[in-house]
């Protein structure tokens, strides 16, 4: 069953995480509305012989060098989507050149990243084309991940409650 797997996965790598605290959680999301252009099944999706949607988020960098945490957010609750990962620029004829996740991102993840480098995240529908839907992308780690659609959540999200907290 998808959501045991899934979660063992989570529990998996928060086992294996480093002992280093994350300092931040940032998340970068969209819609698929339908109108997105189609090519051949990225590194890390299910395959198959049909053309698939695909979103070029554009770029982004992170605030501090380190290891990041990476998550399909909305692998059970929303649109599953595979994120790749690329140093440079992205070619949907040549999608292995610039890439740093040759396995794509389906559930979750771990990646280094450098600060002061720029990135660019690909993300595309995972198994079939779904004509609409949203999805999410997390990043865990030492730093904020700084392009215009991220989102920022809150510190108590990573278990800092006081007793002043909601």
């Known amino acids: 069953m998808k959501v045991i ?90 999608p ?3 890439l740093l996740t040759p396995s794509g991102i389906d559930t979750i993840d771990f990646i280094e990243l450098s600060a002061g480098v720029t990135y660019r995240l690909v993300v595309q529908q995972w198994c079939s084309n779904l004509a609409e839907g949203a999805w999410a992308v997390t990043f865990s780690g030492p730093g904020n991940v700084t392009p215009d659609s991220t989102r920022i959540v809150p510190d108590f999200t990573e278990g800092l409650f006081t007793g002043s907290d909601p």
């Not at 380190?66 to 989507?81: K, R």
């Open 5 to 94: 797997k899934v979660a063992g996965l989570i529990l998996a790598g928060l086992l294996l995480a480093p002992t280093q605290a994350f300092a931040a959680n940032s998340v970068l999301s969209s819609v698929f509305d339908g109108s997105e252009p189609l090519t051949d099944p990225l590194p890390g999706s299910c395959g198959g012989d049909r053309q698939l949607g695909y979103q070029d988020t554009g770029t982004f960098q992170v605030a501090a060098t380190g290891e990041y945490l990476v998550a399909d957010a909305f692998n059970l609750n929303g649109l599953d989507v595979t994120a790749l990962i690329y140093s440079g620029a992205f070619d949907p004829d040549n």
């Open 96 to 98: 292995s050149n610039n």
